[in-house]
């Protein structure tokens, strides 16, 4: 098991490696951009890839917003993409609703990215939005909340409006075994530390619910065996000549360890070089399907190297 530093390689070693791979998945938040600024160079490394002939796609697990809303993001921060180029996790969850012949209505905990996806493929869905405690719990419980009979999924993803009635709202309906308990992904935090804040992710918020039920949920995000599925069925790749980037060893690295890519971590995100050097000299198994095959600092990097 090693790790290389793609910086450091040779001219003629770049060439060899990027003449092996027809197929690049890149992850987003922390990789090609930070919110809502590009990192420097990422732009035209991706376009670049582009120029050689690669295929370029986005997996991300990002349930905030829709496929068309991602492309309009891509487009005022200068990647080239195409709808058929993404895959989200908001996409990908009614992807699955749909695919199973789900009928009933969905509860929300999370954003009108999950909704707006879940209205395109017609399937019935409320919670997005403020639900905070009013009164107390005494009066949520015996006047303010009704359940709705045909609730038969609860579908968690990042919420910013997160609160005591949506976990007592979704794990009353969760009560029932027969009620689908899904998750977008389980990110437990964002990339980056806003002014000494973390920011919390989804993973965190569908512990809580989880820690309620006493069940896990079907994971639809990376490294999930759905997710992997979909890649497969979807891009119809090699996984020989398939590079898969992040900046998160735990969703993105272990999905390309899982599918046989090759890896690529940028340290412009949630790990660092300090995590992967103790993966890699861990006792646990495990641990080594985290370290990437290669690193850089961060992806615009590359670009003299490609160029």
């Known amino acids: 098991m090693s790790i290389k530093n793609l910086s450091r390689l040779s001219r003629d070693e770049v060439e060899a490696l990027f003449s092996s791979i027809d197929t690049v998945l890149t992850d987003c938040d922390g990789v090609l951009w930070l919110h809502t600024k590009a990192l420097p160079g990422a732009p035209e490394v991706l376009n670049k890839f582009r120029e050689m002939g690669k295929r370029v796609f986005y997996i991300t697990?990002?349930?905030?917003?829709?496929r068309e809303e991602f492309?309009?993001?891509?487009?005022?921060?200068?990647?080239?993409?195409?709808?058929?180029?993404v895959l989200t996790t908001s996409y990908l969850t009614a992807c699955y609703?749909?695919?199973?012949?789900?009928?009933?209505?969905?509860?929300?905990?999370?954003?009108?990215?999950?909704?707006?996806?879940?209205n395109l493929l017609g399937i019935k869905n409320f919670g997005v939005?403020?639900?905070?405690?009013?009164?107390?719990?005494?009066?949520?419980?015996m006047k303010d909340f009704k359940q709705d009979p045909d609730v038969g999924a609860v579908?968690?993803?990042?919420?910013?409006?997160?609160?005591?009635?949506?976990?007592?709202?979704a794990a009353s309906y969760l009560n029932n075994p027969d009620c689908l308990f899904i998750a977008t992904n389980m990110d437990e935090r964002g990339p980056c530390v806003i002014n000494d804040c973390v920011i919390p992710g989804t993973g965190s918020m569908v512990a809580a619910i989880e820690?309620?039920?006493?069940?896990?949920?079907?994971?639809?995000?990376?490294?999930?065996?759905?997710?992997?599925?979909?890649?497969?069925?979807?891009?119809?790749?090699?996984?020989k000549r398939t590079l898969m980037i992040g900046d998160r060893c735990n969703t993105d690295i272990l999905l390309g360890t899982r599918c046989g890519f090759k890896t690529l971590l940028v340290l412009t995100g949630v790990?660092?070089?300090?995590?992967?050097?103790?993966w890699k000299e861990s006792d646990n198994k495990e641990?080594?399907?985290?370290?990437?095959d290669y690193y850089i600092d961060k992806l615009g990097d590359l670009l003299p190297l490609l160029t």
């Open 271 to 278: 790990n660092t070089l300090e995590d992967v050097m103790n």
């Open 155 to 169: 579908i968690v993803g990042f919420d910013e409006y997160f609160s005591y009635p949506k976990i007592l709202k």
């Open 211 to 239: 820690t309620c039920v006493g069940r896990k949920p079907f994971l639809i995000g990376k490294p999930s065996a759905y997710i992997i599925n979909a890649i497969r069925k979807r891009y119809n790749v090699d996984p």
């Open 71 to 85: 492309l309009v993001k891509c487009d005022k921060l200068g990647y080239r993409s195409m709808k058929d180029d």
């Open 61 to 66: 697990n990002n349930n905030i917003i829709t």
């Open 129 to 141: 939005g403020p639900d905070p405690l009013v009164g107390d719990v005494a009066k949520l419980v």
């Open 97 to 118: 609703l749909h695919d199973i012949g789900f009928k009933k209505k969905a509860y929300i905990v999370g954003t009108s990215g999950i909704s707006r996806e879940l």
């Open 287 to 292: 641990d080594h399907d985290l370290v990437p």
